[in-house]
């Protein structure tokens, strides 16, 4: 069994709830303070040993491309002007050793679709998807626990967090099965964005997998599922009948990035952990709620 050494970001979405932001920008290159949110996925997929970044991308996403390429005329002027450590950062945002691959999802036919576009780069390896709107922050990331999780016992695995049960209709929901002592949970299925009533648990799964390549030949099966298009979870859900499938628990904070308030959130609570914004932001924080309170 090799390692795992390929990353797919789905970077297609059209992010219709950030407009007017969105009309000319990805959605995906939206800040968080003065990093864009793909980035986070993407350091997230590096400090996990990913050295091939294969991103799917769709109408209107050339920049995307752009922010991972070089650009050496920026790298030359911050140079001219002695700015090495702005250069070096600009550098260094796909680190020596790491390459990036492009791939086009010429209609917006699904998640799932989206993941099969991407089937000629990975060919026959297992590889891990990253949902770049679920931003992870904390010690230990998601993407490392599943590449370790995938390297004790070579299948597919889903990470996975509770979430209040009246939220199920967000998220692909677990059936799950037994968890084993190294806190590894069968899953028995997942059903996609299911109604209150019809959930399963109130486990659901969140932007980070790690595939086999038969996760391809299942989604080429596949019929159109919710909302006319090709579901990845619908994928998975086969797997998981057959017995192919388990789950761990995220081990890190999960913002959504793609509903305005959780990209509130994010933004808050990366300005608290730094150390250059904390104490003024606290009390610009401070003073405004004083201010409400009257
Ligand atoms: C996608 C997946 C869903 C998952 C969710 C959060 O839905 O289809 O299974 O729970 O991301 O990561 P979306 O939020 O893109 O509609």
Same mark, same amino acid.
Not at 157 to 162: D, M
């Given at each position: 069994m090799s390692k795992i050494t390929k990353a797919v970001f789905?970077?297609? !979405?059209?992010?219709?709830?950030f407009l007017p932001a969105t009309k000319a920008m990805p959605?995906?290159?939206?800040?968080?303070i003065d990093k864009p949110i793909v980035q986070y996925a993407v350091e997230e997929a590096v400090a996990a040993g990913i050295t091939e970044l294969i991103f799917v991308t769709g109408r209107n996403k050339r920049a995307v491309g752009d922010h991972f390429d070089a650009n050496l005329e920026l790298e030359a002027q911050l140079m001219a002007k002695g700015k090495t450590e702005l250069r070096d950062m600009v550098r260094n945002?796909?680190?020596?050793?790491v390459s990036c691959i492009f791939v086009r999802?010429?209609?917006?036919? !699904?998640l799932g679709h989206a993941v099969l576009c991407a089937a000629p780069a990975v060919g026959d390896n297992a590889f891990v998807v990253l949902l770049a709107d679920d931003l992870m922050q904390g010690t230990e990331l998601p993407t490392e626990a599943l590449v370790r999780a995938y390297a004790k016992k070579p299948q597919t695995v889903l990470s996975v967090s509770e979430v209040d049960?009246?939220?199920?209709?967000k998220y692909g929901i677990l059936k799950p099965g037994a968890t084993d002592s190294d806190g590894l949970i069968s899953v028995e299925g997942i059903i996609e964005k299911p109604a209150v009533d019809k959930a399963p648990s109130n486990l659901a799964s969140f932007g980070r997998y790690v595939f086999t390549p038969e996760i391809f030949d299942v989604l080429r099966g596949l019929k159109p599922g919710a909302g006319g298009e090709i579901q990845l979870a619908d994928a998975i859900d086969q797997l998981a009948q057959a017995g192919k499938v388990a789950a761990i628990t995220n081990p890190s904070r999960r913002y959504d990035c793609g509903d305005k308030f959780g990209y509130l959130t994010a933004i808050v609570d990366v300005a608290l952990a730094d150390a250059e914004y904390r104490d003024r932001f606290l009390d610009l924080l401070r003073d405004r709620i004083a201010q409400t309170a009257h």
């Amino acid at each position: 069994m090799s390692k795992i050494t390929k990353a797919v970001f789905p970077v297609a !979405g059209s992010g219709t709830r950030f407009l007017p932001a969105t009309k000319a920008m990805p959605k995906e290159l939206l800040p968080i303070i003065d990093k864009p949110i793909v980035q986070y996925a993407v350091e997230e997929a590096v400090a996990a040993g990913i050295t091939e970044l294969i991103f799917v991308t769709g109408r209107n996403k050339r920049a995307v491309g752009d922010h991972f390429d070089a650009n050496l005329e920026l790298e030359a002027q911050l140079m001219a002007k002695g700015k090495t450590e702005l250069r070096d950062m600009v550098r260094n945002i796909v680190p020596e050793g790491v390459s990036c691959i492009f791939v086009r999802q010429p209609e917006p036919l !699904g998640l799932g679709h989206a993941v099969l576009c991407a089937a000629p780069a990975v060919g026959d390896n297992a590889f891990v998807v990253l949902l770049a709107d679920d931003l992870m922050q904390g010690t230990e990331l998601p993407t490392e626990a599943l590449v370790r999780a995938y390297a004790k016992k070579p299948q597919t695995v889903l990470s996975v967090s509770e979430v209040d049960p009246k939220d199920t209709s967000k998220y692909g929901i677990l059936k799950p099965g037994a968890t084993d002592s190294d806190g590894l949970i069968s899953v028995e299925g997942i059903i996609e964005k299911p109604a209150v009533d019809k959930a399963p648990s109130n486990l659901a799964s969140f932007g980070r997998y790690v595939f086999t390549p038969e996760i391809f030949d299942v989604l080429r099966g596949l019929k159109p599922g919710a909302g006319g298009e090709i579901q990845l979870a619908d994928a998975i859900d086969q797997l998981a009948q057959a017995g192919k499938v388990a789950a761990i628990t995220n081990p890190s904070r999960r913002y959504d990035c793609g509903d305005k308030f959780g990209y509130l959130t994010a933004i808050v609570d990366v300005a608290l952990a730094d150390a250059e914004y904390r104490d003024r932001f606290l009390d610009l924080l401070r003073d405004r709620i004083a201010q409400t309170a009257h």
